[in-house]
């Protein structure tokens, strides 16, 4: 009886210490996505839409990453606060200007956006991603400048911003990124157009006035 006592005792000792290491094992195979990120398992083909890609993605929940075949990337989605500002940015009728604003970037939660910035970031650090954001729209800043008076810019700024979110749209989409705000905060020239225009307004409320 002593024997057999032995043998269950050392019996249920390995199948608690399998278990064990079973459940550790799962455990570093187990991944969970925070609320603002996305997991992608990249290693093995899956269909998105009409597409076959090379991973599979998982937002607001968890997937089991398949050893020696799987690898996973953590996507953030929380917004990316970006300075955007050009100098010497000639507007229509060949004034240059001075524009500063504030966007708010992120990667897209959604497909197809999100394989769009999956194909292109995956892999990248967060001030890659700002930076290519930024050229982008500091692009879109100076083509939407072009098309516009010095007058138009500055007393309508949120009809700029406005157009300047238009424009800037369809290439984000195209990187996977969606520009949620733009805000211009600042217009200005170095060679005193606009303050010329604001002396000439002032002269006139003055006249007016008398």
Same mark, same amino acid.
């Given at each position: ?26 455990? !570093?195979?187990? %991944? ?17 839409? +009409?597409?076959?890609?090379? %991973? ?22 929380? +917004? ?9 940015? %000639?507007? !229509? ?22 394989? +769009? ?16 954001? !930024?050229?982008?729209?500091?692009? +879109? ?28 749209? %369809? ?29 000439? !307004? ?9």
């Amino acid at each position: 009886m002593g024997a057999i006592a032995s043998i269950l005792i050392v019996s249920l000792f390995l199948i608690v210490a399998g278990g064990a290491a079973v459940m550790a094992v799962a455990k !570093k195979l187990v %991944y969970i996505a925070g609320p603002n990120e996305v997991l992608v398992f990249s290693g093995r083909k899956s269909r998105i839409g +009409n597409r076959v890609v090379g %991973y599979r993605s998982i937002k607001g929940g968890r997937g089991f990453r398949i050893p020696l075949i799987e690898t996973v990337d953590r996507v953030d989605l929380t +917004n990316m606060v970006i300075d955007v500002a050009v100098t010497n940015a %000639y507007s !229509k009728g060949g004034i240059p200007l001075k524009v500063h604003g504030v966007a708010n970037v992120k990667v897209a939660g959604h497909e197809p956006l999100l394989g +769009n910035a999956i194909e292109r970031f995956l892999g990248k650090e967060r001030r890659g991603i700002i930076k290519v954001a !930024k050229d982008t729209l500091e692009g +879109n800043l100076r083509g939407v400048l072009s098309q516009l008076t010095p007058e138009q810019v500055n007393e309508d700024k949120i009809s700029f911003a406005e157009k300047l979110l238009e424009e800037a749209e %369809y290439d984000l989409s195209r990187l996977g990124l969606v520009l949620d705000t733009l805000k211009i905060q600042n217009v200005a020239d170095d060679v005193g157009y606009l303050d010329s225009i604001g002396r000439q !307004k002032t002269a006139e409320v003055v006249k007016r006035a008398r």
